[in-house]
């Protein structure tokens, strides 16, 4: 909104009300003129009245205290103090006038509680504020106006990104009598809107663009008033997400998002002080951001006499802006701040595309910072501010290190967190000692400090401070100083492996001597808290470098002091054999003097010649020597062609180890047999050890005579696995390197014997031997009838944890005689097998599917024909017959006890009535070959207790046949069949035959019949006769008669 002046401004409106306040200007009453007629138009000479008044309007608006161009800097610098006391005075005591409420707006103008403390709805809806300017011009505006006819009194508007609402007072008091018209100018087009009663709202504005209204009041007749033109644009979009991305010692960089309508930015920094005062002191007001580009903003602190003044030193205020755009400091000690504003040229880096990037320099360090950004339109028209507020990081001194120190003096380096190359600082080195204290002055970040005490403990503080003069966080040191070096160090004592030394001292009671080998690098450290010292373990002949170093507290340690000295020369000792072969020999030795110049010569005899060779090393391997010979080995050194003490050892190279073993073995004893081809095998010995395998017990040595190239081993297990190690000797103690190593195992002991069982009814038998003596892997089991063959491997046993072995052998046919042998196994050798014949057992036949043959015979005998069981479970002992009266059911074995007796006497229906055993067995002439046995039933005969009784005329018969294996009689049943204990199985029953009647009971029958009719017909023919006798004795009937 412009802040100019106008009949719009904020100072017009408060000079007005507060004039009426006071009792000053009074509003004007409407002229009193004759109703104009309906579209009359102001004459000419009213228009250049309007048109002057508009531009005195302006003019006195224009030159308003504290606008630019209107009583210059000086008077910006001294009105807006006057202005602020007068407020708050008039604050304080007026009512709430015309266009205004007692609401926020009543609040003290020009301070932080007006418009920026409120919502944005309430501050919309609130009357404008007025300016107080207009009050100087308003007597001689208010009689232009009433010589104009003109009504300009109370007039307000509000306004907002995209709209403006204006309102005017009616001064007559008669709303209805008049027509208020509006014409506005948004981008060079006139709109017109005509009101009543007196508010209109005008919207459609684009933000940052100028906008131009007349308002103009017409009477109900038509009379029209001449127009008010207020000039205004609305205010930009507030600014969004402002933040501070980076912040330092003495820069910070802002950031925020670019709003629409904003054409610069203003900037308010503000220090917020010590966060208990609470206060906010002025620190610049930086303007001309603009949107989009990075801006770097260095501040500098204005001069002295300038400090108080409320203008930005280097902003340069434009016309667009007044004093209340700078708010002024709070405490009278606030330093105002100027700068130096640089922007950035977008093409050489990334577009920012709507964010706005400020960096800040010349902060002052930990101190709190408020950032307040005004989006600004292209006509100066403020929107609504955002701020942050942020710290600045305090410099600090860090990382304080001592680089050099002596006993005097020492030098420290140090790191400021502060990394701008414009920030100047002053160091203040606070140095305190046990017994004094002192202070140096640096602009470096290191000092060196002298005339310091030895083995004194020294307090070291390090403060910073800036150009400005505010101080930093100091940063602390403790250290000690190093005692002072020895003097007179010097070697006392000399010997092939010690160097005694000595040395003065006062100012430590404690060294360290570093002792190290010329040459080599390699040292040792000793400590003492005496003036002397003995340094033992050193090598003869060599140089070494003594460093002492006096200890103070702390461990400290003082400059050192060096003396140099060689230990006495030794000769040649300590041969030692490292490793030695059949062909080689690996010598090391020793010399008292380790001095690396040195030549070692060697001289080496033995019976096949002499050789000499020589090393510059103290060790040499011998190459090319005939095993299990005897060296004698002489080493010289020399050293600038002086030979030095020699040394002398005799060594034996190795034999060769034996090869081409045989082994012959049985149950106990084992013979080796080898061979060896040195060409001084004649004067070895052999040692032979001897270990089962697996034995945890010790080898069994046995030693050959010088040149015996075999050996009897006696006492052996059977069946057991041996290892024979076989070394070369010669001389006392060399044997050959490795031992030729050869596996053997003995014979296993043989089955002594085995017999078999048989296992009734199944086909099985069961083997049984004792275990033979010693070890075994197993036995081989071979079963053969005939052609067909089987071998079985069984398990091993051993005699020392059963005494037999048994193993049963199923599968097997009934009654069938098997070739058996036996053999025990051990490390795949086999000893003799034990052989045997076996038969096995018999089961009940199996039964035959046919049944028997019967026929008939007589009325009281029978003949049954059957054949005989196959004998494959066992052969054949005996058949039993047995008869049936009773239904066709499979018999049981309880059938056999039964006899003719038992059927005769009704104790049962089935019975045995004939017995056959295959010796006694009788083959049926001329009958078919399948049918082997025929019996007759009812003969008579008894076999085997059976008796074979007649059977019954006109009875019905069964025949089933018994097969035995195995029968077995009951003595205590009369001798009768034992069934259970009998292997048999029967046949089914056969078909039932019937016997015809007996032929002698027909004839008696016949016979009795016919002499019954005679016996009738002669008792008829006697009875008939004596009647006729008795008749003829009455009639003399003769007997001829009857006849």
């Known amino acids: 909104m412009t802040r100019g002046g106008g009949s719009g401004s904020r100072r017009s409106r408060r000079s007005r009300d507060q004039g009426a306040a006071r009792g000053g200007w009074a509003p004007l009453a409407p002229p009193r003129?004759?109703?104009?007629?309906?579209?009359?138009?102001?004459?000419?000479?009213?228009?250049?009245?309007?048109?002057?008044?508009?531009?005195?309007?302006?003019?006195a608006a224009a030159m308003s205290p504290g606008k630019p161009g209107a009583g210059g800097a000086g008077t910006r610098r001294t009105g807006w103090r006057r202005r602020?006391?007068?407020?708050?005075?008039?604050?304080?005591?007026?009512?709430?006038?015309?266009?205004?409420?007692?609401?926020?707006?009543?609040?003290?103008p020009g301070t932080f509680q007006g418009a920026q403390g409120m919502k944005r709805a309430a501050r919309e809806a609130r009357p404008p504020p007025r300016s107080p300017g207009l009050r100087w011009v308003l007597p001689p505006l208010l009689l232009l106006l009433r010589l104009g006819q003109m009504v300009c009194a109370g007039d307000s508007f509000s306004i907002n990104t995209t709209s403006m609402t204006t309102a005017w007072a009616n001064v007559s008091g008669t709303d209805s009598g008049y027509t208020h018209v509006e014409k506005s100018k948004v981008e060079s087009e006139w709109n017109t809107r005509a009101e009543d009663p007196i508010r209109n709202g005008t919207a459609g504005f684009n933000p940052t663009t100028s906008n131009t209204s007349f308002i103009t009041s017409e009477t109900v007749a038509g009379t029209s008033r001449d127009s008010v033109a207020i000039n205004d644009t609305p205010e930009p979009s507030p600014v969004s997400g402002l933040q501070y991305s980076i912040v330092?010692?003495?820069?910070?960089?802002?950031?925020?998002?670019?709003?629409?309508?904003?054409?610069?930015?203003?900037?308010?920094?503000?220090?917020?002080?010590?966060?208990?005062?609470?206060?906010?002191?002025?620190?610049?007001?930086?303007?001309?951001?603009?949107?989009?580009?990075?801006?770097?903003?260095?501040?500098?602190?204005?001069?002295?006499?300038?400090?108080?003044?409320?203008?930005?030193?280097?902003?340069?205020?434009?016309?667009?802006?007044?004093?209340?755009?700078?708010?002024?400091?709070?405490?009278?000690?606030?330093?105002?701040?100027?700068?130096?504003?640089?922007?950035?040229?977008?093409?050489?880096?990334?577009?920012l595309t709507r964010n706005t990037e400020v960096w800040l320099f010349g902060l002052k360090p930990n101190t709190q910072y408020k950032a307040t950004v005004y989006p600004q339109a292209a006509g100066g028209e403020e929107g609504q501010p955002q701020n942050v507020t942020f710290r600045t990081e305090a410099s600090q001194v860090f990382d304080i290190e001592v680089v050099n120190i002596s006993a005097t003096n020492m030098t420290l380096t140090w790191k400021i967190n502060d990394d701008e190359a414009s920030s100047v600082y002053t160091y203040v080195i606070q140095v305190a000692g046990a017994m004094d204290s002192f202070n140096l002055n640096t602009s470096e970040t290191w000092v060196n400090i002298p005339s310091l005490k030895s083995s004194t403990l020294y307090n070291i503080t390090v403060r910073p401070f800036l150009q400005n003069g505010s101080e930093g966080v100091s940063g602390f040191l403790q250290v000690y100083t190093p005692p002072g070096p020895v003097s007179d160090f010097r070697v006392t004592s000399v010997s092939t492996t010690a160097i005694g030394l000595a040395w003065s001292s006062n100012d430590s009671d404690f060294f360290k001597i570093i002792t190290t080998k010329n040459g080599t690098g390699e040292s040792q450290e000793n400590t003492t808290t005496h003036q002397s010292i003995v340094i033992g373990g050193l090598s003869p002949g060599?140089?070494?470098?003594?460093?002492?170093?006096?200890?103070?507290?702390?461990?400290?340690?003082?400059?050192?002091?060096?003396?140099?000295?060689?230990?006495?020369p030794s000769v040649v000792f300590d041969i030692r054999v490292l490793n030695v072969t059949t062909t080689e020999m690996e010598l090391e030795w020793q010399n008292t003097d380790n001095v690396s110049d040195y030549t070692y010569y060697l001289d080496i005899q033995s019976k096949y010649g002499s050789n000499r060779t020589y090393s510059s090393h103290k060790a040499i391997t011998l190459k090319d020597l005939v095993p299990g010979t005897l060296y004698n080995i002489t080493i010289f050194p020399e050293v600038d062609h002086i030979v030095g003490n020699s040394d002398f050892t005799a060594q034996y190279t190795r034999p060769s180890i034996v090869s081409n073993i045989e082994i012959s073995t049985n149950t106990t004893a084992a013979t080796l047999i080898w061979q060896n081809f040195d060409r001084d095998s004649d004067m070895y010995t052999y040692h032979l050890f001897i270990k089962k395998d697996g034995s945890s017990s010790h080898a069994r040595e046995l030693i050959t005579d010088i040149g015996v190239t075999d050996a009897t081993i006696t006492e052996l297990i059977p069946g057991s696995v041996y290892m024979v190690d076989i070394f070369t000797q010669v001389g006392n103690a060399t044997w050959s390197l490795s031992p030729s190593r050869q596996s053997f195992c003995t014979d296993p002991a043989p089955v002594a014997f085995f017999h078999c069982e048989v296992v009734p009814k199944e086909p099985t038998l069961i083997l049984k031997w004792p275990c033979p003596p010693g070890a075994n892997t197993g036995f081989r089991l071979e079963i053969s009838r005939g052609a067909w063959e089987n071998v079985t491997d069984l398990e091993n046993c051993s005699s020392?944890?059963?005494?037999?072995?048994?193993?049963?052998?199923?599968?097997?046919?009934?009654?069938?005689?098997?070739?058996?042998?036996?053999?025990?196994?051990?490390?795949?050798?086999?000893?003799?097998?034990a052989q045997n014949t076996c038969l096995t057992g018999i089961t009940d036949p199996p039964s035959p599917d046919a049944s028997p043959?019967?026929?008939?015979?007589?009325?009281?005998?029978?003949?049954?024909?059957?054949?005989?069981?196959?004998?494959?479970?066992?052969?054949?002992?005996?058949?039993?017959?047995?008869?049936?009266?009773?239904?066709?059911?499979?018999?049981?074995?309880?059938?056999?006890?039964?006899?003719?007796?038992?059927?005769?006497?009704?104790?049962?229906?089935?019975?045995?009535t004939y017995l056959i055993t295959t010796?006694?067995?009788?083959?049926?002439?001329?009958?078919?070959?399948?049918?082997?046995?025929?019996?007759?039933?009812?003969?008579?005969?008894?076999?085997?207790g059976y008796y074979n009784g007649k059977l019954e005329p006109l009875g019905s018969y069964r025949a089933c046949v018994a097969g035995f294996t195995n029968i077995t009689f009951n003595p205590r049943n009369n001798g009768l069949i034992d069934g259970p204990e009998s292997y048999v199985s029967f046949s089914p029953y056969s078909d039932a035959v019937f016997l015809p009647q007996d032929p002698g009971v027909i004839c008696g029958a016949v016979f009795g019949c016919i002499f019954g009719a005679l016996v009738i017909v002669a008792v008829g023919g006697f009875i008939f006769w004596r009647k006729k006798r008795k008749d003829a004795k009455n009639n003399e009937v003769s007997f001829s008669q009857i006849k």
């Open 919 to 944: 010796e006694e067995k009788r083959r049926s002439q001329g009958l078919a070959e399948v049918l082997k046995y025929e019996v007759d039933v009812g003969n008579e005969s008894t076999t085997h």
């Open 248 to 351: 330092r010692v003495t820069k910070a960089a802002l950031t925020w998002e670019t709003g629409n309508g904003t054409s610069t930015y203003r900037l308010l920094l503000e220090d917020v002080g010590s966060p208990k005062e609470l206060t906010q002191d002025l620190v610049a007001n930086i303007l001309g951001l603009k949107p989009g580009i990075p801006h770097n903003v260095t501040l500098t602190l204005a001069e002295p006499n300038e400090q108080r003044k409320p203008s930005v030193t280097g902003s340069g205020l434009d016309a667009s802006n007044t004093e209340g755009a700078l708010p002024p400091p709070r405490t009278p000690t606030a330093l105002v701040y100027g700068y130096t504003l640089s922007s950035t040229d977008p093409s050489s880096h990334h577009p």
């Open 33 to 59: 003129e004759a109703p104009a007629r309906p579209g009359t138009r102001p004459s000419r000479g009213s228009r250049a009245r309007l048109r002057r008044v508009a531009a005195a309007a302006a003019a």
């Open 800 to 833: 020392e944890n059963s005494t037999e072995y048994r193993t049963e052998i199923t599968c097997l046919n009934f009654s069938t005689s098997y070739n058996i042998s036996v053999a025990a196994s051990s490390c795949n050798k086999t000893a003799s097998p």
């Open 542 to 568: 060599t140089m070494y470098v003594f460093d002492i170093f006096p200890i103070g507290p702390n461990e400290t340690e003082g400059d050192p002091q060096r003396v140099c000295n060689s230990t006495d």
């Open 84 to 108: 602020r006391r007068r407020r708050r005075l008039e604050a304080a005591t007026r009512a709430p006038g015309f266009g205004r409420t007692a609401g926020p707006d009543s609040r003290v």
């Open 853 to 912: 043959n019967i026929t008939s015979i007589s009325h009281n005998s029978v003949k049954v024909e059957f054949s005989g069981f196959e004998a494959s479970h066992g052969p054949i002992k005996a058949y039993a017959l047995i008869l049936t009266t009773g239904n066709a059911v499979q018999p049981s074995a309880d059938v056999l006890r039964y006899t003719y007796e038992d059927f005769k006497n009704g104790a049962s229906d089935t019975y045995v």
